[in-house]
């Protein structure tokens, strides 16, 4: 399905902030704005061949501005998909009443076309790596009390397990898909493969089926049906049945889970599973924007449990969460607790520790690299040693320091850059013609700003004596950095009405007689002006709206 358009594949052109309005505008707010430029970049007021031609462009583009915003339905194509919404070919085809809503709708519909074109082209690959590894040596060896100390000889450290799944997805139609997937597993020597073919299809916008066959050298031919369906808008059901071929004969399966939303953000789950190991589950699962709770209960043969989970979300930091479970059973009982944090774009990197009786003691360590997934779980010790807890909580923390100091930081600030100077390059040639419609602009505003002056003057109003745009260096630390810095005295000056300036809440390099100083960089906009005879200075952010002469701070007049 189509999404919206990136904001990186949105136009720079900003039609909101070439007219000074809201976006919330009324019709009548965009007809007086538009009329006030339109006075300002008429052809016809100017005499000069360069200044009519370069009239006429910023001209022309004022009326583009205007006639999509003006026009409801264009202006929410606008609005939800930028300027390069409006260039998709079919919306002609579109009824002139139709809401933002359908309006969505018809352009995931003329996007869906192109999609289909690309399906060949498109996998879904998903991994998973594991690697077991057996510390208990190390924890073990200076537990125990040797008489001959040359006699304890070094801890052994091995890896006794590994696990590889790969899979991925051969959209063949637009509800038809292949998936295939295979896996490998090694345990203390001995291991096996198996490969599996599912064929997907979606049977309407309520469901999907699956068939999927299967073979391994340590299993025997297996063959499976799932389907999903939803039964209502809050309530939906996964259906699997599956036939097992062994040297023990045919072995079948089936499973059936019930799932409703309970509220919102909860969700009840009855899962029932006959076969082999036969088993009753049933859980629920609560997800808000700051946790992540789960109680899960199984009665089974030889699995019966209870669970309890907890994960907290950072509000101020999105990239750090903490969780911890208890799980109690026949097994015995396992406590686990760990964090997890979003080291750069595409990749997470955690860490558990597993506490139990009689399980012992592991770490487990996971990055999830994009749709990658690599898993070390490392088992400390069979029993349950303070020094074991200690180290398995303490080491992760100290190492994950260490890395984030010396190679994350580094890596990411030099990604950073490398991203900044690649945008920098492809917007290069947008930002030299925006940089000479400023110009332009700025030249075809003289008149209409020395008139301003003189009238603000005769009653002492709002007179913009110096303004700057861009990043400007106000820590010490970094005074290596230049600031890049425009002058907009004139653009200012120039949307001063009765004796006020009132700018909105978009960006400021989209204003008539701005660009863009600094490409991703953050940038704010430091007005020194004069009113009543007095003087005052203020900064504003580049999205933060402006009104003066209000809130602003007093300077001497020698300053």
Not at 42 to 55: G, S, V, Y
Not at 255 to 264: G, I, N, S, W
Not at 281 to 304: E, W, Y
Request: proline letters at 4%; hydrophobic letters at 35%; glycine letters at 8%.
């Amino acid at each position: 399905m189509a999404s919206a358009l990136d904001d990186d594949e949105i136009s720079s052109d900003d039609y909101y902030s070439l007219l000074n309005v809201r976006r919330e505008a009324t019709n009548d707010e965009l007809k007086a704005a538009y009329r006030r430029l339109c006075m300002l970049y008429h052809p016809d007021k100017h005499r000069d061949p360069d200044l009519k031609r370069q009239a006429e462009q910023l001209f022309n583009l004022v009326h583009e501005a205007y006639e999509v915003l003006s026009d409801p339905q264009s202006r929410a194509i606008y609005d939800i998909y930028g300027k390069r919404g409006l260039d998709v070919e079919g919306w002609e085809v579109v009824e002139r009443k139709r809401t933002p809503t359908e309006i969505r709708e018809e352009y995931e519909r003329l996007q869906s076309e192109r999609e289909e074109r690309r399906l060949q082209q498109r996998t879904n690959p998903k991994g998973t790596i594991s690697v077991g590894i057996d510390a208990t040596d190390l924890f073990d060896h200076y537990e125990e009390e040797y008489e001959d100390m040359e006699g304890g000889g070094v801890p052994h450290v091995e890896i006794n397990k590994m696990h590889i799944s790969q899979s991925i997805e051969a959209p063949l139609t637009t509800r038809d898909t292949a998936i295939l997937s295979g896996s490998l597993s090694t345990h203390n020597g001995t291991g096996g493969g198996t490969i599996n073919l599912a064929l997907r299809r979606v049977t309407s916008a309520k469901g999907w089926g699956e068939v999927e066959f299967g073979a391994g050298d340590t299993h025997g031919p297996f063959f499976g049906m799932k389907i999903f369906r939803n039964l209502t808008s809050r309530f939906f059901m996964t259906a699997q049945c599956g036939l097992q071929v062994s040297s023990r004969g045919i072995r079948p399966g089936f499973t059936t889970v019930l799932a409703r939303h309970l509220d919102k953000n909860t969700m009840g789950y009855l899962q029932w599973k006959w076969g082999v190991q036969s088993s009753m589950n049933t859980s629920i699962v609560r997800d808000t924007k700051s946790s992540h709770f789960t109680c899960a209960m199984q009665l089974g043969i030889p699995h019966t449990f209870l669970m309890m989970s907890y994960q907290y979300k950072f509000q101020d930091d999105d990239q750090t969460k903490i969780k911890g479970s208890v799980k109690s059973g026949f097994f015995g009982t396992v406590i686990e607790y760990g964090a997890e944090r979003k080291i750069s774009r595409h990749s997470v990197l955690g860490a558990t520790v597993s506490v139990g009786v009689p399980q012992g003691v592991s770490l487990k360590i996971k990055l999830n690299r994009a749709s990658q997934t690599y898993f070390f779980p490392i088992h400390l010790t069979d029993q349950l040693l303070p020094s074991a807890v200690f180290y398995a909580t303490v080491g992760p923390l100290v190492f994950y320091l260490a890395i984030q100091r010396l190679v994350i930081r580094p890596y990411v600030q030099a990604q950073k850059e490398q991203d900044l100077e690649k945008q920098r390059e492809s917007s290069a040639s947008n930002i030299a013609k925006k940089k000479q419609e400023a110009e332009s602009a700025v030249l075809l505003m003289q008149e209409s700003v020395r008139r301003i002056i003189e009238a603000e003057e005769s009653k002492m109003g709002l007179i913009i004596l110096n303004a700057w745009y861009g990043k400007f260096v106000t820590d010490n630390s970094k005074r290596h950095e230049r600031a890049k810095v425009i002058d907009v005295t004139v653009p200012l000056q120039c949307l001063v009405k009765d004796s006020k300036l009132i700018l909105t809440e978009a960006s400021k390099s989209g204003l008539p007689g701005f660009y863009e100083p600094c490409v991703g960089e953050e940038k704010s906009l430091k007005v020194l002006y004069q009113f009543r005879g007095v003087m005052h200075q203020v900064l504003s952010g580049d999205t933060e709206p402006l009104r003066i002469p209000k809130q602003s701070h007093r300077i001497d007049a020698d300053t």
